[in-house]
């Protein structure tokens, strides 16, 4: 009785490995859309929760007390340190939140002065376009 081996050819083995290569090339491009649309996701729910930490700063100091308090702060690493308690796992540095090259400015003011309205951190993505959410 004679046993027989059952193989693939290699005309075979390279042809899968064709077709895999041109389903992964055809792939590709989706697969990297939908990497920046997450990245685009998440920078708008940070500063949309940057948006909702200044408005808790803001019930919880009082607009006057939040006013003169937000007024003390140097720069946007200071504002950010006013903000961290009301951030839900918020890194210790304001550079660390967002994601990399996308980027916020908290505003000077905590209200709008003319609106008196809470202030909405403006959003700006990787070469500096502006985000709107």
């Known amino acids: 009785m004679k046993i027989r081996h059952f193989a693939f050819s290699l005309v075979e083995v390279l042809a899968a490995v064709a077709l895999?290569?041109?389903?992964?090339?055809?792939?590709?491009?989706?697969?990297?859309?939908?990497?920046q649309d997450s990245e685009?996701?998440?920078?708008?729910?940070?500063?949309?929760?940057?948006?909702?930490?200044?408005?808790?700063?803001?019930?919880?100091?009082?607009?006057?007390?939040?006013?003169a308090d937000w007024g003390t702060a140097a720069d946007d690493s200071a504002r950010y340190t006013k903000l961290a308690p009301y951030l839900a796992y918020a890194p210790s540095a304001f550079a660390d939140y967002m994601p990399s090259g996308y980027g916020v400015a908290l505003p000077l003011e905590i209200l709008n002065s003319t609106t008196h309205r809470l202030a909405k951190v403006p959003l700006t993505g990787p070469g500096g376009s502006a985000i709107t959410y």
């Open 20 to 35: 895999i290569g041109i389903i992964t090339f055809l792939a590709l491009p989706n697969i990297v859309q939908i990497k």
């Open 40 to 67: 685009d996701s998440l920078a708008i729910a940070r500063a949309e929760a940057i948006n909702l930490s200044m408005a808790s700063y803001l019930q919880a100091l009082g607009q006057s007390g939040a006013t």
